[in-house]
């Protein structure tokens, strides 16, 4: 795989997203507690601010995701969600900010079915592009921009970069507080879209304090123009701010949105209560990643 | 690359090279294997790779001397090669036991326990996690933590807990943590995940003691290589009490370190039949609605997918979403399997063979009494296949005992109750508990 020029993502969509002011990323599980509530919290999550929406497609076996985002992909697979499901959801979803579609490989490799991956069998070439094709097409189809894949390294990652390069959409990789040097030229010459900097080790989920190691990932990344979105952990409207003022082009905010579905599934909330509270967080969180912005910008004028 | 193999070439194929290494420098089998896991995981992947090719490959420091002394003082190798005198007059050929049941702890899982806890130590890691499924890796790793004063926590599927409250006790007695994983049914499948978690939180001091032949590169090449001593021993054994190499290899399979553990010594000679025995369950027919697949044979009824790390065959439905596997053992009760297994399957080298619940149940009952071998459950799907294909083997067969029975026990009580099986002593005065 020839290695990509900085800076040339496939979706304009997201480059615009990044383009002027910080981004404000919001992950939320699809299907999670059921379809139609679903459709209401994301369409909130837009309104809140959003730049860019993460859509999980939940996988049996999540082993990047913490407690949190592991319940809704149990109370999403057991409303009944599946790859096609998806897909008519994100078709129905009625959003300004461009889709991402964040799942697990074995799910975009069966896509298509036996005939997809007796292609790439017969051809004898495991590094056939033949099984994450399907998904990607289909995914092209419905207006999704880009994919995250967490168990995705990049070595294994090229039948799938090849197909987001043939049909346009972002390949977004996760980069940890432990990557460096050959695998971090590595991961830097396969991403597109923007790179996932992952604030601390471990597995995702809301915490009250935002790690140190954030700046010292985004110093390693500064030579790189790939929009810097940073995530795992981020609840409030303040870490956003310390996060971009930090140097972050975006934050990414899973858990703590997961965890008001969650309250409203344990509370029995009404769909109406549980998109509202998404809604506020949402602008409180955008809101202090613009203070983050407007600190950080004002400093570097007044140099 | 190529599946097509060519006749001559200097340097073969990664894949292609002699069984023995095969996997050691990319962790490719063919089209399986890979690593596929979080980023946060890779760093400490890669150190671990490193690790591997110095003190397992390169035996720096002594790391293999001090290994194999340790097995033999510590672990009580090598076990023996035993003529089966009862079987051998019932099926009409010689059937050979490798002893696994000998080993301490009593199943063939310290191989790798003691080889894991003993390079985490060389590598200068502080804390040891391992995922159990029967407890039998667990109990193994756990003994082989205190053996070398290591902090050790297991994970382990809190149905597990309850079939296998024996070993839950064995493993606080060595004391190791039991971390009960509720997530999904709570059997293996879950244990890993969880154990993937904690060691993506904790790389920097903690080494993942995986059970078996499963997950990325390197595991599934080093774990081989650690229990490999199973067929190296049965190997020489054969030789000097034969004079020949055995016809045919008979070994259990979940996810299949006792299955590359007694075929990896014999994979280079081609005389030599391997039959990879999974658990069948109660059916092979899979209920996709449920997700259920009430049987653990990923190599006869799995299909290609990516799970834990790597590419292999797997229990799935049509999405791609795991199934729930079930086994009247847990030790075999996983998804997934080994990916140099899926490969040798492919490749026809391996004849996998799925033996129901009952077959095995029935094998458990007659080993023990006409051979005065409780074995595990496990190994009894091995038992189980000798009585339906004894006439398919040659003169000559090996059948690993990968494990005794006591821990067992109450599934076993339970189990036999429900059936009629031929010369099973009542059990009912039991059932409820020993």
């Known amino acids: 795989m020839a290695d990509r020029t900085p800076g040339t993502g496939n979706s304009e969509a997201i480059a615009a997203a990044f383009a002027d002011g910080p981004a404000y990323v919001p992950y939320l599980a699809v299907g999670d507690p059921d379809y139609e509530s679903s459709l209401a919290y994301v369409e909130a999550l837009d309104r809140g601010g959003a730049d860019v929406i993460e859509l999980g497609l939940p996988f049996s076996e999540p082993i990047a995701e913490g407690p949190t985002i592991q319940g809704a992909v149990v109370r999403s697979l057991e409303g009944g969600m599946t790859p096609d499901r998806f897909f008519a959801f994100v078709e129905e979803l009625d959003v300004d900010a461009p889709l991402v579609c964040m799942t697990y490989y074995n799910l975009i490799y069966q896509y298509g079915g036996s005939e997809a991956r007796s292609a790439s069998e017969t051809s004898g070439d495991a590094a056939s592009s033949d099984g994450p094709r399907a998904f990607v097409e289909k995914a092209a189809e419905v207006g999704l921009e880009g994919f995250v894949v967490p168990d995705l390294p990049a070595e294994e990652a090229d039948p799938l970069r090849e197909a987001c390069d043939e049909f346009g959409l972002d390949l977004v990789f996760i980069v940890a507080p432990t990557t460096k040097g050959e695998r971090l030229e590595r991961i830097m010459s396969r991403v597109s879209g923007y790179v996932y900097v992952q604030a601390r080790l471990g597995t995702t989920g809301a915490k009250s304090d935002v790690a140190d190691s954030t700046t010292e990932s985004l110093d390693r990344l500064r030579e790189y123009d790939v929009p810097k979105a940073v995530g795992f952990g981020i609840s409030t409207g303040e870490h956003a701010e310390r996060i971009v003022a930090g140097g972050a082009d975006g934050i990414i905010v899973g858990s703590a949105l997961v965890d008001i579905v969650a309250d409203g599934v344990e509370e029995d909330l009404s769909t109406e209560a549980v998109a509202d509270r998404l809604e506020s967080l949402s602008r409180e969180l955008k809101a202090g990643a613009e203070r983050g912005y407007a600190a950080r910008t004002g400093a570097a004028e007044s140099r | ?434």
């Open chain 2, 1 to 434: 690359m190529s599946e097509t193999e060519p006749t001559t070439t200097d340097a073969p194929e990664p894949s292609r090279r002699p069984g023995r290494e095969r996997g050691r420098d990319d962790g490719k089998f063919g089209r399986y294997g890979g690593q596929y896991v979080p980023e946060a995981l890779m760093p400490a992947i890669e150190e671990l790779t490193d690790a591997y090719d110095r003190y397992v490959l390169g035996n720096e420091d002594g790391f293999m001397d001090e290994f194999r002394e340790r097995l033999a003082d510590f672990g009580g190798r090598p076990t023996p090669l035993q003529r089966a005198e009862r079987l051998s007059e019932r099926y009409d050929r010689e059937v050979y036991l490798k002893r696994e049941d000998l080993l301490h702890g009593g199943a063939h899982k310290l191989n790798n326990a003691l080889g894991q806890v003993l390079l985490a130590k060389y590598m200068g890691k502080e804390r040891i996690v391992a995922e159990t499924g029967a407890g039998q890796h667990g109990t193994a790793t756990a003994m082989a933590a205190a053996h070398l004063d290591m902090p050790c926590e297991i994970y382990m599927g809190e149905r597990d807990i309850n079939r296998q409250r024996p070993n839950v006790f064995r493993m606080k007695l060595n004391g190791a943590e039991v971390n009960p994983v509720t997530a999904g049914r709570g059997t293996l499948k879950e244990a890993i995940s969880e154990t993937m978690r904690d060691w993506a939180t904790t790389v920097e001091n903690t080494h993942y003691v995986i059970g078996s032949v499963v997950g990325p590169h390197p595991f599934p090449v080093m774990v081989r290589d650690f229990q490999a001593v199973i067929s190296e021993e049965a190997r020489a054994q054969s030789i000097e009490k034969t004079g020949e190499l055995p016809t045919d290899v008979v070994a259990c399979a979940g996810g299949g370190s006792n299955t590359m553990g007694s075929f990896a010594g014999f994979v280079d000679d081609e005389s030599v039949a391997l039959h990879a025995i999974e658990a069948g369950g109660s059916t092979l027919e899979v209920d996709e609605e449920a997700g259920v697949a009430p049987n653990s044979a990923s190599l006869f009824a799995g299909e290609e997918g990516v799970l834990h790390g790597a590419r292999t065959k797997l229990l799935q439905d049509s999405h791609g979403q795991i199934m729930e596997s079930h086994s009247v053992s847990s030790g075999l009760d996983y998804a997934g399997v080994g990916p140099e297994l899926a490969y040798l399957v492919d490749e026809g080298r391996v004849t996998p063979v799925a033996v129901d619940d009952d077959a095995a149940l029935e094998g458990f009952h007659r080993l023990s009494n006409t051979e005065g071998i409780i074995p595990a459950l496990e190994t009894a799907h091995a038992f189980g296949y000798l009585e339906e294909h004894a006439e398919d083997l040659g003169e000559r067969v090996v059948v690993t005992v990968s494990g005794r029975g006591d821990k067992d026990l109450e599934s076993v009580i339970e189990e036999t109750d429900k059936r009629d099986i031929e010369g099973a002593p009542d059990m009912s005065m039991f059932t409820g508990g020993i």
